[in-house]
């Protein structure tokens, strides 16, 4: 059987090389030629999407995804979920995580790729559940990482127990690009000699520039699906181009049988989209980084850290940080640098060396993490450290109960708040207010100005906003 794709241009290679600005009626052009393709999944929402929609485009997610559904009349839609973290960078309660699965399955998401930060998987059980019992494909995902404690027998253990959580399918999720060709054919080849019936997916990005040989070996290895995006958004911190990969595969026993024809239709078109926005263009971001192999860090965490050093006038301080990254991932349990570990670690690392002292300036992002809040470390964190923030008396501070279980229902007091202002339209409304409150009653006060339509492009100006944290920097790239 041949090796199926699941193309993620639409969501993560935007997110990875546009900084999620890619507007909605740039996607429309060439869904329905993708949707021809035959792939697996299409990605098109999720991860920073959802946000990014509002905060920048002055665009409805919701609405995103309704038309993008329609477009897409063959193949299935997924989107990524945070686990309990939803789109967001907080845990939320039992009943907003069901509410918001429930009316994104009704709005056109198949399937749902499922993970936590920390691989805790206690807070993937309610959104599994709430996938499976409105009829999505639940797919669980392990955010890869390499550490002491993070082993292939470490993977196989876990996926195990995904699967026996109701997952359809599983996932190694490789955000930072680190997996090497022997690491992914040694986790392959332990789930298939476990028994682990489903169907099993790599998903990886090329910011270390082994990507490629690591999908063959894990090809060889046994993996049924691959994560790739079309040309025009491939490569550098994005995936691997969907095209060169198919034709590497034609006339073997892993062909995907996907027309290459129409694939250099959908390129072409997308050629046009990527050069449109050539304002957002970063040389760094297109290109591979080995160092990443030492300093494990996604592209999207470097691009931000660089980002908010250019805004403090402090970049000639990115070599210290590089060095303070690992140190504090190791102090910290070794979390997988996923959102929002990456910004959580790449935040704390900034504020040790720009604040002149470790751990003098602590973000309210990390305390919350030391104390348990985003769920159990890989391994413990360094007592020094918990010392140094809480003080002597640290271990009152921190919590072992799944950190959902602390949090009170929250759906119908944000309904009711919603009402009262008058703002509430749509049951969907309530979600995204729950989720984002602030973006959310600028967006629907209609007080968020665009940065630009598709008519305006290409701009010659080259400034943007990201987010930091709790902090929106603008920036200028050069």
Known sequence: MGIQLHDQTLRDGHQSLLATRLRTEDMLDVAPLMDEVGF?????????????AMRYLNEDP????????EKFKKTPLQMLLR??????????????VEEF???????????????????????????????????????????????????????????????EMGCDSLVIKDMAGIISPRRAKEIIEGIKAAGIDLPLELHSHCSSGMTEMAYMEAIHAGIDILDTCMSPFANGVSQPPTESIVAALQSTQWDTGYDLKLLMRIREKLM?????????HEETLLRPDPGVLEYKIPGGMMSNMISQLRNMNALDKLPQILQEVPVVWREFGYPPLVTPMSQIVGSQSVANIIGGER????????????????????????EDVLQKVFGPNWKDQIITVRPADLLEPELERRREELKKMGLLKKEEDVLTY???????????????????TSKDLPLKKKVFEVDIGDTTYKVRLN
Do not use: C
């Open 83 to 96: 686990g309990m973290n939803l789109v967001a960078y907080r845990n939320f309660p039992d009943d907003v």
């Open 40 to 52: 697996f999944s299409v990605e098109v929402w999720g991860g920073a999407t959802f946000d990014a």
């Open 62 to 69: 919701w609405q995103r995804l309704q038309v993008l559904r």
């Open 359 to 382: 751990y003098k300036i602590v973000p309210k992002e990390t305390k919350d993490y030391l104390r348990g809040m985003y769920g159990r470390p890989p391994a413990p964190i360094d």
């Open 434 to 452: 729950t989720i984002f409150p602030d973006v959310a009653l600028r967006f629907f006060r209609g007080e968020i100005q665009p940065e630009f």
């Open 101 to 163: 699965i429930r009316l994104s399955r009704k709005n056109g998401i198949d399937n749902f790729r499922i993970f936590d930060a920390l691989n805790d998987l206690r807070n993937l059980e309610v959104p599994i559940k709430a996938v499976k019992k409105y009829g999505g494909h639940a797919q669980g995902a392990l955010s890869y990482t390499e550490s002491p404690v993070h082993t292939v027998e470490y993977y196989v253990e876990n996926f195990k127990k995904l699967a």
């Open 272 to 280: 046009v989209v990527w050069n449109k926005y050539s304002h957002l």
